[in-house]
């Protein structure tokens, strides 16, 4: 492995756009710029956000400090969000700790945490989540669009396959910690039939899955596209994937799946047999609701009275 770059950050923890709308979270950080799991889809690629060398992970100069000072000046606590913009445990983080040691602050300063992930070393640091859960919201999205390992590796190629993340799942699920999955993209004329959405959901409930969240179809922008593009044509050869695409999608940035409110409809009666949470709302009441009903408490002992 490459000896670790590092980039000069003023700022980690950063307020949302809109706080509380993406799974509750107010807060966002990004301690790692880069992702070096290789999948094909990924919209950090684009152009729009002016990362060099995206393949190549580097971590953010003295981002403890940073983190540290950004949390101690915080004035509202709320829920941090990691993962956006490049998985918080790529493989440099298994020596680094710097996402380990930042969940670490999160917990002293009080705050809550939703982690987006497709890696397994996730695991290494439940004790601090368990921590976190006495006093805050906590809350895993891991990354599953197909629920076959074939697949996976192909568009995945350095993330662990599908079933070891449901494995995943499992464990969080066993440890009380809330966990569900991010169904997205469902990339059309590869995974949007109902046989793979059906064998997402049925897998995810019997791994205590509690959400799945989904996008039927894939978004498309200038560099991101033609990278996307070219993966297919090499990975699926004479399937004519990328003639698909240009030909129904052409530089249009939503490339929905033409099979998109049948996969909504099988997606949608899956989880209502298996009683798994989809929608937005009720996601984020689910995880954050314990918290809120204690803080009522605090204030007034008879309310219900």
Known sequence: ?????????????????????????????????????GCIYCDSRSDCYGIDRFDEVRAKENALQIIRDDLRRKTKKGVIATGAMSDPYNPYEKELMLTRHALELCDAFEFGVTIATKSTLLMRDIDILESIREHSPVLCKVTI????????????????????????????????????????????????????????????????????????????????????????????????LSEKYNKRYGTYYECRSPRAGKLWTCFKEECEKNEILYSMKDIIHNYKAPYKCEQLSLFDDNQFT
Request: proline share 7%; charged share 25%; net charge positive.
């Open 1 to 37: 492995m490459k000896i670790m770059e590092y980039i000069p950050a003023k700022t980690i923890v950063t307020r949302m756009k809109k706080p509380g709308e993406w799974f509750g979270a107010d807060y966002n950080m990004n301690i790692y710029k880069g992702c070096c799991h």
């Open 145 to 240: 669009t197909t629920a076959g390992d074939a697949l996976s590796s192909k568009i995945e190629p350095g993330a662990p396959v599908s079933s070891s993340r449901f494995d995943m799942l499992g464990e969080l699920s066993g440890r009380r910690i809330p966990a569900g999955i991010l169904l997205m993209p469902v990339l059309p004329f590869l995974e949007d039939s109902d046989d793979n959405i059906r064998a997402i959901v049925r897998r995810a409930a019997q791994c205590g899955a509690r959400f799945i969240y989904p996008a039927f179809g894939v978004t498309l922008r200038n560099n991101q596209r033609q990278w996307y593009l070219q993966k297919l044509d090499q990975l699926f050869p004479g399937e004519k």
